[in-house]
């Protein structure tokens, strides 16, 4: 027998002998985890070695980043499940209810609010959710929220502070090769009549349990678009479809669509969609100033992706690198993307801020924002929080960006892939004091007037009375 083997034998006989291993789900955490059915690898083998300290749920029924929230002393690195088999194992699963601040009104119409990620670090997805929670807040409908993972204890408040309830269901994104995960289902008809929902929300166009539940119980449903499928080969191979697949889907299972941009509707190219653009609570943005006691400061403030411009960033650096008053910042996580920069010679203009949890916090040290994105964005949140903080903005003319700024007036639009073209704008910004002050002072009204909060909260009530009819 090859070690290898041996290894796996191992791995297997120790999950069998464990007291957890009834409440293991193979089959389910292949499709809960579909980079692990990519792998071919034992799952039993995957749980075991890696999945358990990586915060990766056992199946449908036991949220392990849920019930190390309720349990405190499961410590970092520790096995939840394990916990659980020692401690509660009279209780058939963990599926963790939590009680939000807002009260539940009896009378109220009920929505329940599902959205796709919920990670250590808080991207557009998170903020998203929180956006659309806020909007719905001026509106009498009850708001219950579905969330897959609690790993961000501190965004976990944050969602119960805007809603009656907060439940975390285990959940991967539909794939077409895989079937719906029945006990999730089961999770999800189960909300909807002991709530006595009205309406599913889709935060997303990569959930499928949710709409399947809404199906059988005959409830309405709203998917909130803010994806490209048509422009995102990545997001196509995750769901393991053609994008005409994907658009087949979303037509089918929603009621009504939801696009985050004019560019995303019209990408989508079906009927009964409304836009409901990406807020931004633009009155938390103060308007930032120039600091001519430090060197100009350009940044880019992402995920750091390759796909989000990151080697082209570094190659602007590089072209500013002789402009000893313009310095370059990276603002955003150190991953294993970023750490292939460091290993090699990089300007020393360039500076790598770790991430940050408000973009607040991003933009205080800037003086211009770009946005180098290589995949197009179906909204570009980075900019529009940039504008609402008074900073002007140079972006590649390319997917939603130019729906975002006005050429000239707001920022600069540069063809895709020609930095020295963003080079130049960004030189120009930096010898023009004026200049800087007068497109951001242009941005900051067009973020109030397009992107504010309230005018988000104005669209997405106009489609909420239009569906629930109060």
Known sequence: MSLRRLKNWYWRWRLRNEPLAHAFDPVAYRSLHRDVAALGQDPRVHYLRFGRAEGRDPGPNFSASGYALLNPEVSDGADPLHHWS???????????????????????????????????????????????????????????????SALNPDYVDAVRARCAALVIVPMGWWHRERPSVQATVRHFVDLIQRFEVDLVYVNTLVLDEPLVAARQCGIRTVVHVRELPVRDD?????????????????????????ANSVYTANSLGLRNIWVVPNGVNVGSFQSLVA????????????????????????????????????????????????????????????VFVPYVSTPQEALADLDVLVNLSHFEESFGRS????????????????GALPELIEHGETGYLVPLGEVDGVRHRVELLAE?????????????????????VTVTRQRLEQVMRHILSF
């Not at 002007?392 to 390319?398: D, G, I, N, R, S």
């Not at 497109?439 to 007037?449: F, W």
């Open 383 to 398: 900019v529009v929080e940039a504008m609402a903080a008074g900073l002007p903005v140079v972006a590649y003319q390319w």
């Open 86 to 148: 020692q401690h509660h194992l009279s209780e058939p699963y963990c599926v963790p209810e939590l009680k939000g601040d807002v009260a539940l009104v009896q009378g109220q119409q009920t929505v329940l609010v599902c959205g796709h990620q919920a990670g250590r670090t808080l991207y557009g997805a998170e903020r998203s959710l929180l956006e659309t929670l806020d909007a719905m807040s001026g509106l009498p409908i009850n708001r219950v929220v579905v969330l897959p």
């Open 234 to 258: 990545a997001l196509c191979a995750t769901l393991g479809a053609t994008p005409q697949q994907v658009l087949e889907r979303v037509g089918q299972g929603a009621d009504v669509l939801l």
């Open 432 to 452: 023009d004091s004026a200049l800087c002050e007068r497109l951001g002072s242009a941005g900051r009204r067009a973020a109030t007037d397009r992107y504010d």
């Open 291 to 350: 600091h001519p006691d430090r060197p100009f400061t350009v940044g880019m403030v992402s995920s750091n992706l390759p796909k989000k411009g990151l080697y082209d960033f570094v190659e602007l650096a590089r072209q500013l690198s002789d402009k000893a008053h313009i310095r370059c910042h990276l603002v955003g996580p150190d991953n294993e993307w970023v750490q292939s920069v460091k290993r090699e010679p990089v300007p020393e203009n360039l």
